[in-house]
């Protein structure tokens, strides 16, 4: 019988998890958002364009580093680290929840791995879509913010409840299925990978099953991550938002980040 873990263990690994990929990982996160500035600047008439980088991920790295020196490339980190932290906790808490009492002491099926990863990342995402909206527009260099609080209070007395949620219909389509065929792939993948290797899971065996779980989930769902920027960065922009995605470049700016 598997041994079942305690909501507050879960949450503390979780939190560690999510700081330590934060601190690492902030940079990508932010030439990712300056990517996507540019191609969201037709509309976006408080972005200025000499922010925004025309180009790939090399050019924009070595625009920031240039312009805003190294440290730069950890814009937004407060802002990162406040959803990340109790964010990733929060969802592998609820994860191990639901799987633990749907599932017992069985593996998931295909349509509960679905099920499981999609609810738990809709709950976190949810529960902290305002430090979202906030974090990308740090990132993008147009919002001048002193701290996490201000600028929440700040979009809060200039655009309402509704700013800070702004983008959350496009982050929910976009983080939902993604989660969903993340923890079916990676599910299935250490299951068909244990049972081929006859024995129990290993680090490098988890690592595989996870980067073909986010790689796949990535290639179906990163056409809305373009989308849930644009609405997260410009409120009262929705149906310009969708529609800017297949004009001026016949849908290219879909895959902007991966050119």
């Not at 990733?88 to 998931?108: A, E, M, N």
Request: aromatic share 10%; hydrophobic share 40%; charged share 15%.
């Amino acid at each position: 019988m598997a041994q079942k873990k305690s909501p507050a263990a879960t949450f503390v690994a979780g939190s560690v998890s999510g700081t330590l990929s934060t601190l690492l990982l902030q940079p990508l996160d932010l030439v990712k958002t300056r990517l996507q500035v540019a191609g969201a600047t037709p509309y976006a008439t408080t972005i200025a364009r000499n922010a925004c980088v025309p180009g790939g991920m090399i050019a924009t790295f070595s625009a920031v580093v240039q312009h805003e020196k190294l440290t730069g490339l950890w814009r937004g980190l407060s802002p990162s680290l406040s959803r990340c932290v109790p964010g990733v906790g929060l969802y592998f808490t609820t994860l191990t929840s639901l799987q633990q009492s749907i599932c017992k002491d069985r593996k998931p099926s295909s349509i509960e791995a679905l099920a499981i990863g999609g609810l738990a990342r809709s709950l976190s995402c949810g529960a902290l879509l305002p430090v979202t909206v906030v974090k990308t527009r740090f990132e993008s260099g147009k919002f001048q913010y002193s701290s996490v609080v201000n600028a929440l209070r700040n979009v809060k007395s200039q655009e309402g409840f509704r700013g800070l949620y702004s983008g959350g219909s496009a982050t929910l389509i976009r983080d939902a299925p993604f989660s969903g065929l993340y923890f079916l792939f990676y599910s299935r993948g250490k299951s068909y990978l244990e049972t081929f290797h006859e024995r129990k899971s290993t680090v490098l065996l988890l690592l595989m099953c996870m980067e073909f779980g986010r790689s796949f989930g990535c290639l179906v769902c990163m056409s809305f991550s373009h989308a849930s920027y644009i609405l997260e960065h410009i409120s009262n922009l929705p149906s310009r938002a969708t529609r800017h995605l297949t004009e001026d470049g016949q849908g290219s700016s879909i895959f902007r980040l991966y050119c």
